[in-house]
């Protein structure tokens, strides 16, 4: 008689392979975009038979949208892992403009995937039953922030949790993403540890500058 695993055994093999996968998809999706990904060797990446990746995404699109819904995850753990709610005001948001600087820097694959996926005009993400879920906590934490800080008298009021967002992950997104046409038209290298800097210094001037009250 043959002995069948456990159903929580089963469960764990299936997780484990799932995340196999995925790691082994990030990986070729950040090295070569949506459009020049293969899935035979995303299978030979995570060592396994392309049938089972299949099995458990449907298609190459189904694959993509799970591996920008799990980078998204994992930025937003992290960024939750910071406790900007138990930080003073104006530490908050200086501390959220350093990480999502330093986030992105790190992991650079998660820029090349937005950056394939706004090339596919966002539509992987558009149908996403996941995806508002996991960011709309950081827009509202940073809301709560602004107004702590508005009626400490340490922040001006009107300001837009999620303006402010777009601000920080822009101003740190445009310069890393497009930092080889950059350095190529004013004739700097803007990847040196000096220019990543003055860089995060900046940001974190203009970010402060506009939510401080004068």
Same mark, same amino acid.
């Given at each position: ?22 790691? @082994?998809?990030?990986?070729? $999706? ?5 459009? *020049?990904? /293969?899935?035979? /060797?995303? +299978? ?19 694959? $993509?949208? #799970? ?5 998204? =995850?994992? &930025? ?8 900007? *709610?138990?930080?003073? @005001? +104006?530490?908050?948001?200086? /501390?959220?403009?350093? $990480?999502?600087?330093?986030?992105? &820097? ?17 539509? !992987?993400? @558009? ?22 800080? /508005? ?6 009021? *009107? ?12 101003? #740190? ?22 220019? !990543?800097?003055? =860089? ?8 402060? *500058? ?5």
């Amino acid at each position: 008689m043959v002995n069948n695993p456990p159903p929580d055994s089963r469960s764990r093999d299936a997780d484990r392979s799932q995340q196999v996968i995925l790691a @082994a998809a990030l990986q070729e $999706f950040s090295e070569h975009g949506l459009g *020049g990904a /293969r899935m035979e /060797r995303i +299978a030979q990446r995570a060592a396994l038979n392309k049938r089972l990746i299949y099995y458990y995404f449907q298609s190459k699109d189904d694959l $993509f949208l #799970a591996v920008l819904e799990e980078a998204y =995850r994992s &930025i937003r753990q992290a960024e939750q892992a910071l406790r900007l *709610g138990d930080m003073p @005001a +104006a530490s908050a948001i200086r /501390r959220l403009t350093e $990480f999502t600087w330093e986030y992105y &820097i790190a992991h650079p694959e998660f820029l090349t995937l937005l950056n394939s996926e706004n090339l596919h005009q966002g539509k !992987h993400l @558009a149908r996403s039953v996941h995806i508002r879920k996991m960011n709309s906590p950081l827009i509202e934490s940073l809301g709560e922030i602004l107004e702590r800080g /508005r009626r400490e008298g340490v922040f001006r009021g *009107g300001v837009d949790p999620l303006q402010l967002y777009v601000s920080i992950a822009g101003m #740190a997104y445009f310069y890393l993403s497009n930092h080889y046409t950059l350095s190529s038209v004013f004739g700097l290298d803007l990847m040196t540890p000096k220019a !990543h800097q003055e =860089r995060l210094s900046h940001i974190c001037d203009v970010v402060l *500058g506009y939510v401080l009250k004068n």
